[in-house]
């Protein structure tokens, strides 16, 4: 009786066998009927030791043998070098080509005809995202706010990484409109926004209360330590005692221009920045001239004040010449280089790091405020916020009283 049941078991496991081995069989004559009558099942060798040129002429060769449609050889080789440079996955790297490079260098020096907005790469989302909308811009004036993740232009989509490509899209002649689909929190918008000569000139001051000078800024341009200087000499002439310094959405810029405003406030040979490339080999930035600023100072912040304007905040918070009052900062913590190729392009690329004169890294930290305040949640747009509501900026008062 047991050996039966031994024999019956036996014979069920060989069935069962046998099943799954017959299917095996059916199934590779399927697909294998399949690829011979309806495709081509090619099989490509590849050393994975290969270098790039190599990898790439093989693809090439595939394509010029079986793509179907018209083969545009600069598209493909410009289609390389981006997803080559991609590959990094740095959202700060980023190709530029020789079409795209006058503007970008424009941009950077702050002029150009466009809605006037900062934008990034966010690699939270992969969108591209709106900083801050320039004070005044047409893009203010319509209605785009900070943290706007921008969908498409003109019916185009583009990918966090192509921001470079965005931005081009979004300039072009005086006059024109451009269309674009916003992504806010989980609304869908579309805005046409009107070009305009874009005059960048973020330096605004006024005296408040108590004596107390007012400056702000929403860039490092190419002249905003000249034009931060003459606002505040304009203002040293109504007797200000104190200043706050507002750094909010602001998007950085230039680091030689916040390197400068950091020069107007502390002592000569302070160290301002260190900074550090893939080697480990150690720069450091310190103050040329003697201050011209020597007064109680206020700096304020939020999470969209970024990169230069993160150094100049953390050196002066750093050297104790000025007390940060707002929300941690977005923490941008990285430098680039943009090099110019001998075709035209260019390469936006990370090629340091910086720490600030404590030796604090902020990269994806951030400069914490030495007095947290939050705006209130009343607030629905927090680059027209009323005096009354200005916690952070009534805060910054208080302080210098």
Not at 255 to 281: C, F, G, H, R, T
Request: net charge negative; no cysteine; proline share 3%.
């Amino acid at each position: 009786m047991e050996e039966n049941k031994k024999s019956n078991i036996y014979k069920i496991i060989m069935l069962v066998v046998l099943t799954i081995f017959i299917t095996f069989i059916v199934t590779s004559l399927i697909f294998y009927q399949y690829f011979s009558s309806n495709g081509k099942l090619l099989l490509v060798t590849s050393n994975s030791n290969s270098g790039i040129e190599e990898k790439l002429d093989r693809y090439k060769s595939i394509i010029d043998e079986y793509y179907l449609g018209e083969v545009n050889e600069e598209d493909l080789t410009e289609g390389a070098i981006k997803g080559y440079i991609e590959g990094l996955g740095d959202p700060y790297t980023e190709y530029i080509s020789k079409e795209n490079m006058e503007d970008y260098l424009a941009d950077t020096m702050g002029n150009f005809v466009g809605i006037g907005i900062y934008m990034i790469n966010d690699p939270t989302s992969g969108k591209i995202m709106v900083l801050s909308p320039i004070k005044g811009s047409p893009a203010e004036k319509a209605g785009i706010l900070p943290g706007d993740l921008i969908i498409s232009i003109d019916g185009t989509e583009y990918s966090g990484e192509e921001s470079s490509i965005a931005a081009s899209k979004i300039k072009g002649e005086e006059g024109t409109t451009v269309k674009l689909e916003i992504l806010r929190g989980t609304q869908n918008m579309s805005f046409e926004i009107k070009r305009e000569n874009i005059i960048v000139n973020p330096v605004e001051g006024k005296v408040l209360e108590n004596n107390i000078g007012y400056i702000s800024f929403t860039s490092f341009d190419e002249k905003t330590a000249e034009e931060f200087k003459n606002k505040f000499e304009e203002l040293q002439k109504s007797n200000i005692k104190s200043l706050i310094i507002d750094l909010r959405n602001n998007g950085g810029g230039l680091v030689d221009q916040a390197l400068q405003i950091a020069d107007y406030i502390v002592p000569k040979d302070s160290v301002l920045l260190y900074e550090v490339d893939k080697n480990n080999n150690e720069k450091t930035e310190k103050a040329k001239e003697d201050p011209i600023i020597n007064m109680p100072i206020v700096v304020l912040v939020n999470e969209n004040t970024a990169s230069s304007s993160e150094i100049l905040a953390g050196a002066l918070k750093d050297l104790g010449k000025a007390k940060i009052v707002g929300t941690t900062t977005y923490g941008k913590g990285v430098i680039q280089e943009i090099l110019t190729l001998s075709d035209g392009s260019g390469l936006k690329i990370t090629t340091e790091k910086y720490l600030t004169p404590n030796k604090t890294e902020i990269n994806k930290i951030g400069i914490k405020p030495d007095k947290e305040v939050k705006l209130p949640e009343s607030v629905e747009n927090i680059l027209e916020v009323d005096e009354k509501d200005d916690t952070q900026l009534q805060k910054a008062i208080e302080i210098l009283k």
